[in-house]
C-alpha cells in the first residue's frame, strides 16, 4: 500500500477485540454536536480507545452531517507528539463520506495557537464497500497540551450519487495522537 510522506489516507488493518486496558490520556470537548441518533457512546466516544467496525449504527460511531466538524482536544500531560489521527468512515450507500481534509493547530497554554498542519484528501473512486479510513497528519516532533482540529465535510453528495446535491455525513470513531 503507497502512502505519501506527511499525508495519507490509508486503509485501516481489521482490529480484532483485545482485552486490554486502555489508558484515556486526553479529553475532547466537541464544538460541533453529533446528530442525536448517532451519538456512538457519549462525548468522549472519540477517545475511549474504541474503535468502529464497518458498521456505522453501532455505538463507537458518531455522525455530523453537512458541517465540519471542530473539536478540542486537551492532553492529560503536555507531550511531544509525532502525527494526528482521525478515523473516519467511508459508507456512500449511507451519504457517509471521508472528510475532504482536516487543519490542527496547537497549544501549549491553552491560549496562544499555532498552526500544526493540515491534510487534504481526495475522493478518488465510487467503492460503495463500508470501510474505515484514517486520515493521518505527520508533524515533526512538536510538544503539545492542546489541540484544535478542524475535520472538513466532503462538500454536497456529488452529481453521480444517488443524492446529489444533498449534505453529506461524516462518521468519526477515534482521535489518536502519537
Ligand atoms: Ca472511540
Redesign the pocket.
Known amino acids: 500500500m503507497k502512502r505519501q510522506q506527511g499525508v495519507g489516507l490509508v486503509e485501516s488493518k481489521t482490529i480484532k477485540s483485545v482485552f486490554t486496558k486502555f489508558e484515556q490520556d486526553k479529553r475532547i470537548e466537541l464544538k460541533t454536536p453529533y446528530a442525536n441518533q448517532y451519538a456512538g457512546a457519549g462525548p468522549q466516544?472519540?477517545?475511549?480507545?474504541?474503535?468502529g467496525s464497518n458498521e456505522y449504527r453501532g455505538t463507537?460511531w458518531q455522525g455530523f452531517n453537512g458541517q465540519d466538524v471542530e473539536m478540542l482536544i486537551e492532553l492529560n500531560q503536555a507531550k511531544e507528539i509525532n502525527a494526528v489521527t482521525v478515523s473516519s468512515l467511508k459508507e456512500l450507500r449511507s451519504w457517509i463520506f471521508p472528510p475532504k481534509g482536516m487543519e490542527v493547530s496547537y497549544s501549549v497554554d491553552g491560549v496562544n495557537y499555532k498552526s500544526l498542519g493540515k491534510v487534504n484528501f481526495k475522493l478518488t473512486d465510487r467503492d460503495e464497500t463500508a470501510k474505515r479510513l484514517e486520515l493521518q497528519l505527520d508533524v515533526a516532533p512538536t510538544t503539545v497540551k492542546y489541540l484544535k482540529i478542524k475535520v472538513l465535510n466532503y462538500g454536497a453528495c456529488p452529481d453521480w450519487h444517488l443524492g446529489a446535491g444533498n449534505p453529506t455525513w461524516i462518521f468519526l470513531?477515534?482521535i489518536v495522537i502519537k
Open positions: 466516544t472519540l477517545v475511549d480507545g474504541q474503535i463507537e470513531d477515534e
